[in-house]
């Protein structure tokens, strides 16, 4: 895929972009901290296993990345219902991999945007265009989601399966007020 100058400029504007591997969290599992950017190279690797175990989907018509991006939404919203680390493993936080997320078929915030992260960039959708983000909710609450940028719309997009899982359409990074804070923005190459 090929990206304009004009998108790439906008895409490294919009962050600051220096993509380095500095973002980390706690893992309650393990009780020490996992570096983010590893944690999706692996669960990358994992969804392809996935795919080809026919686990997941993978959806063999080229479309364009926005159709990709909405597929994967669609797919994790339809199949995997959001459930908070508390009521799912008793504990208040843990990253669980993509395996263990199509096992039990529920997942919280992270987990979602993990997943819907992962099936979208085995389906060729540009790293530079989508991000994994963590950050603060108007109601207080930590929270993940993602941000895509759409080269058709020319503009950013959050997509969160978490806080919205039928709504089946990307909100305006811009116009969406409920998401008050990013800690962090990451991908890789």
Same mark, same amino acid.
């Given at each position: 895929m090929v990206i304009q100058m004009k998108s790439w400029y906008k895409i490294l504007k919009h962050f600051g972009i220096t993509i380095k591997d500095f973002f980390w969290f706690m893992d309650? *599992? =393990?009780?020490k901290s996992r570096s983010v950017i590893?944690?999706?190279?692996? *669960? +990358? @690797?994992k969804t392809m296993t996935l795919v080809n175990s026919k686990k997941l989907p993978y959806w063999k018509d080229k479309r364009n990345p926005d159709d990709m991006v909405m597929m994967a939404y669609k797919w994790v919203c339809d199949n995997i219902e959001y459930k908070s680390d508390i009521l799912n493993f008793g504990r208040p936080e +843990? #990253? !669980?991999d993509v395996d263990v997320i199509i096992d039990r078929e529920v997942a919280d915030c992270e987990s979602l945007a993990t997943l819907t992260y992962c099936l979208a960039r085995i389906h060729n959708v540009n790293p530079l265009m989508l991000y994994f983000c963590v950050g603060k909710?108007?109601?207080? !609450?930590?929270?993940? #989601? +993602? !941000?895509? $940028?759409? =080269?058709l719309d @020319? @503009? #950013? $997009?959050?997509?969160? %399966?978490? $806080?919205? %899982? *039928? +709504? $089946?359409?990307?909100?305006k990074v811009n116009k969406d007020n409920r998401y008050i804070e990013r800690w962090y923005r990451t991908t890789f190459i």
């Open positions: 309650s *599992n =393990e009780l590893k944690y999706l190279r692996s *669960n +990358l @690797d +843990l #990253w !669980e909710m108007k109601n207080g !609450e930590g929270h993940a #989601w +993602l !941000e895509y $940028y759409s =080269e @020319d @503009d #950013w $997009y959050i997509v969160d %399966p978490a $806080y919205a %899982p *039928n +709504l $089946y359409r990307f909100r």
